[in-house]
């Protein structure tokens, strides 16, 4: 059997552009960067034409784990998906035109050349000890940015970092989940590294009232359970003795939770209820008005013991007006025929 072109291949290489390498990959998961590959080596190297079948049989991968695959390249803007088949996006004018498109802002602030300085130092360190001096612009372009909107100091910029990278267990690098610790640190007023430092000891109260909660409802620590118990603190302003309020009333539930306890702790704020002794207050007051509802039915059973009647068995219903059409005896089958006769 002949076999021709086996030196094409074997002297060929496959393009991969850097801005894929390091902007997109991180995103993907390994069946996704195997698609792209793939079609980046089909479409550089002879065929520029590949279908879904091919793609599942060459990567072994199954018609549902491939579409998932080609779903996601598409999200990313790096492939298009049509009723003609499958094309690659130019990536490298898709960056530029990102970069084009960027608009400067209306209030720029005009800084001094040591905070210029300071920045330029602080970014460096940062894509040398995260990014092994690879970081993209898209990387850039947010840091300027928590820079103008939040107006950081460079040391609170590479605190971030420090901060994410701790949080995951694999050390990972999320956009996303860097502009929300960005947000969170801004929205307590956190600019300097001193109101930083503040902001952590804080921060220490709250995890152990976090975690005094998690214990309590015998739950694992989770994200969003911490934004919520974050709500109860920063939204309603509820505190440590009023959340164990909170917590006491879930001894009527079988499964407790937090959703439960937000759900009495909301209830409350609606009703104005903002200190512990606002709480108790209000369960003396339903305490009060329980006893006051027992009261009345015990007056109830005691007049209905002293009713003076037609003898032991009167109506009781009847004596307290409540009156009703009285049920007419069905006679029996020989009742009935005796009659009858």
């Known amino acids: 059997m002949e076999i021709k072109g086996q030196d094409k291949f074997l002297l060929s290489d496959t393009a991969v552009p850097d801005i894929f390498i390091h902007e997109y990959m991180p995103r993907l998961d390994g069946a996704a960067v195997k698609c792209y590959l793939l079609l980046l080596s089909a479409f550089q190297n002879g065929k520029r034409e590949i279908s879904k079948k091919d793609l ?56 001094s050349p040591e905070v210029i300085t300071e920045r330029e130092q602080v970014v460096t360190a940062i894509n040398n000890e995260y990014f092994q001096g690879l970081m993209t612009h898209a990387w850039y372009d947010m840091i300027d940015d928590w820079f103008a909107k939040y107006r950081f100091e460079p040391a609170v910029v590479q605190a971030l970092f420090a901060e994410a990278t701790a949080a995951d267990k694999w050390g990972k690098l999320n956009r996303p989940f860097l502009n929300s610790i960005a947000a969170r640190w801004s929205k307590h007023g956190v600019k300097t590294f001193s109101e930083l430092s503040v902001f952590y000891e804080q921060n220490e109260l709250f995890l152990g009232l976090y975690k005094h909660i998690c214990k309590v409802l015998r739950i694992s620590f989770t994200e969003p ?31 407790p939770n937090l959703r439960y306890v937000d759900t009495i702790l909301r209830r409350w704020h609606s009703q104005g209820i903002k200190s512990k002794a606002d709480v108790e ?13 027992s009261s009345g039915k015990t007056a109830k059973s005691a007049n209905r013991d002293n009713y003076e009647g037609e003898g032991p068995d009167a109506d009781y219903d009847e004596a307290f007006g409540l009156t009703y059409p009285k049920m007419q005896t069905v006679k029996s089958d020989d009742e009935f025929t005796a009659n009858n006769e």
């Open 56 to 111: 599942s049989l060459r990567l072994s991968l199954t018609p549902k784990d491939l579409d998932l695959s080609l779903n996601k390249l598409v999200e990313e803007g790096l492939i298009i998906l049509s009723s003609e088949g499958i094309k690659l996006s130019d990536m490298k004018a898709i960056e530029l035109r990102t970069l084009l498109a960027a608009k400067p802002e209306e209030n720029t602030v005009v800084l």
């Open 225 to 255: 359970g911490m934004r919520m118990v974050e709500s109860w603190v920063d939204e309603l302003g509820y505190d440590k003795d009023v959340i164990d309020l909170a917590l006491e009333e879930t001894t009527a539930s079988s499964r």
């Open 281 to 293: 207050n209000e369960r003396k007051s339903w305490l009060q008005g329980k006893k006051s509802k």
